[in-house]
């Protein structure tokens, strides 16, 4: 299975060369010494306060916040693959065997996916369990022909790209989950921020 996005952000930083400070006596060195040390220490307590104020829907996988900004993200935790498109932009990290998408657009992240290396559907079964057990039910929005009757007939539909099987929990707070087993990302967990992923499906197709 291959990732929509496979190129990796090669852009490299300038090295600046050393402070002129540095060069002088020790008297004159304590002043620039001090700057340093504050701002070392003023850096994380900055970043974490800018951490609490992002807006976040759901802390998905305990490491990435749904809604939240894909600025702080990237400097909190730089990507393996990235690729941008206008202002859309697709990070992918691991977990594991598994791999993890988030999809910002404006630089806000609108959905965060889990692709599980294997997919089966014993596995598909276990996951929405859990998931019913703590959401409920949800809605089935699978799409399947009237000859894939079976679950072996589904599984050769959703390998020939004939088919697919989606479970989906809309969620009053204004984002919802997705458990699905396709072709193109096998099978997958998706949570999805509703109004953000309206506003960058609705500017998709209107061409901006």
């Not at 809604?67 to 691991?94: C, H, N």
């Not at 791999?99 to 996951?127: C, G, M, N």
Request: net charge positive.
């Amino acid at each position: 299975m291959t990732a929509p996005w496979t190129r990796p952000d090669s852009r490299l930083l300038d090295r600046h060369p050393g402070v002129p400070w540095l060069r002088r006596g020790p008297a004159s060195q304590l002043p620039g010494l001090l700057l340093l040390v504050t701002l070392a220490l003023a850096w994380p307590q900055s970043l974490t306060q800018a951490q609490a104020q992002e807006p976040c829907l759901k802390l998905v996988f305990n490491r990435f916040c749904l809604g939240g900004d894909s600025t702080l993200l990237l400097q909190r935790e730089p990507p393996v693959l990235r690729q941008d498109d206008g202002e859309r932009m697709a990070l992918v990290y691991y977990d594991g065997s598994d791999s993890l998408y988030v999809l910002a657009w404006r630089t806000r992240i609108y959905k965060v996916v889990r692709s599980y290396r294997i997919a089966s559907q014993l596995r598909f079964d276990e996951l929405y369990r859990l998931l019913r057990d703590k959401y409920g039910p949800g809605e089935d929005r699978s799409r399947f022909s009237p000859a894939a009757n079976t679950p072996g007939r589904r599984q050769i539909a959703i390998r020939r790209g004939e088919g697919q099987a989606v479970q989906a929990w809309p969620l009053a707070e204004g984002w919802r989950i997705e458990l699905s087993w396709t072709r193109e990302l096998g099978l997958a967990l998706s949570y999805v921020a509703d109004d953000l992923d309206r506003q960058q499906a609705a500017a998709m197709y209107s061409g901006f």
